[in-house]
């Protein structure tokens, strides 16, 4: 999968996952993110490098954040930004996902964001466009999110500065979560020793059996001494299959509360994707404490999703 | 390849021919910022050899306004941008190692507009190469090279010492 997210010469052409996606290239992308880092503290905070520039905003499922990210990243780049409504755009009266796509590169489109409920949808779509686009997978299924990967990572390496020597807590419904996967990913890759995985079991993944990947059942136990502890937001719509449990015994076991922050090391920090679920997932006196980066990782979101593209459109790094 | 018959004078040289000239055009209102990373090297040596205390000093990489994104990409440098005062009716100086194309000098012109409006400003290089594409050319070089003379030529920091690194590259 990772193959077509390269062109022949060795440079990145779209950003599907994070899975195989080398450490230099990650490191690459936070140095250029912490360059636009510098342009949003200024007053000015548009640069002209994707001047001419379409980005189109592909989103099949709802999202406020990511959507919302992507559209400032892109106008901080001076590129022109169409968010298709699906809702009354001809999705809605039977056209292909393939034909809408093509009639925008024929309007001039250069990037597409592309969020979709099926995993895999933007690797097919990048087989489909060619050379003649790019694609930013913005989240496809439980597969992958790959840019909120590479932001949480660069979350963690603003405040921690290295990785070789963390332990990482992932916390909620793992199986489910393309956030969760694009993380352990870019995790693995940039050499953190010790990532911790709690939640019930049957949420757990399966198909990561390659990674070396701690299993807890209990937040008392696997929180303990940890650097990092990230929430993933929990998915009301699993508990419509009864595969989650019930809410309030869901929150009892696995919610984030301060208690919990006196088990990981002093300077551990919180984060979370977003939306949260306060009072469930997360109680709101650490979603808004000292240790809380979660907003940090919103503004940090713009600088990644500036860099991402700007690496697809240019030549090479 | 590296040219080996690199004849250029010691940039230490020129950066004091340099600073006599600034010293005639620096005034209470003046700043100086360096396009990294010639320039940023040859304004750690300015502030050794120009009098006035109250001069601003800043920084202007000019990667994210330069006009080549498709064909050459983005270079990411080890310096960003660092401009922490008002421009606003300043008599800006920049100060380069190299003129070439002038292309360089477009983007920093671009990117300080984004900063304020400022009075006047003019351009300093240690080598002017003559080659200009555009209606741009320096205030003052300190030496100027003939256009095919060398193909390449930057100002790098060796052991706390600089020196002009040529390369003669073959298209």
Known sequence: ?317 | MIDPKNTLPDPILLIKKMAAELSKEIDSNTCLIGIPKGGHLIINELKGMLSSSTLDYGLIDTSFYRDDLEISGLKIKEMTTDVMFNIHDKKVILIDDVFYTGRTSRAAINELFDFGRPREILLYVLIDRQSAQLPIKPNYSAFQVSPKKNNYINLEENNKSLTFRTKIINE
Do not use: W
Not at chain 1, 240 to 255: F, R
């Open chain 1, 1 to 317: 999968m990772s193959k077509i997210q390269y062109s022949n010469d060795g440079n990145i052409k779209h950003l599907l996952t994070i899975e195989g996606l080398q450490e230099e290239l990650i490191y690459k992308i936070f140095d250029l993110a912490e360059s636009f880092l510098n342009v949003g503290n200024r007053e000015i905070k548009n640069v002209p490098l994707l001047r001419g520039k379409t980005i189109c905003n592909l989103f099949f499922e709802n999202s406020t954040r990511t959507r919302t990210t992507f559209e400032i990243a892109a106008k901080r780049l001076s590129a022109d930004v169409i968010n298709l409504d699906i809702d009354s755009s001809s999705q809605s009266k039977g056209e292909s996902i393939f034909d809408t796509v093509d009639n925008l590169i024929s309007m001039g489109a250069d990037i597409f964001v592309v969020r979709h409920p099926e995993p895999g949808m933007p690797e097919l779509l990048a087989k489909h466009v060619g050379g003649n686009a790019h694609i930013i997978n913005a989240g496809d299924g439980n597969h992958a999110h790959p840019t909120q990967g590479l932001l949480d990572t660069f979350t963690i390496k603003k405040y921690k500065n290295r990785f070789d020597n963390l332990s990482v807590a992932i916390i909620g419904d793992i199986k489910h979560s393309r956030v969760a996967r694009s993380e352990i990913h870019a995790l693995t890759t940039l050499g953190v020793p010790d990532i911790r995985l709690i939640g019930p079991t049957d949420l757990m993944p399966t198909d990561m059996s390659k990674i070396n990947l701690k299993i807890f059942e209990s937040m008392d136990d696997g929180l303990k001494n940890v650097d990092v502890i990230m929430m993933l937001r929990i998915q009301k719509e699993r508990m419509i299959g009864a595969i989650i449990p019930e809410e309030g015994e869901y929150s009892e076991k696995y919610g984030l509360r301060k208690k919990h922050l006196l088990l990981a090391k002093k300077d551990a920090i919180v984060m979370h994707p977003g939306p949260m679920n306060r009072g469930i997932e997360i109680d709101s006196d650490v979603a808004d404490g000292q240790q809380s980066v979660i907003l940090s990782q919103v503004t940090f979101g713009i600088a990644i999703r500036m860099a991402v593209m700007s690496m697809l459109i240019g030549k090479k790094i």
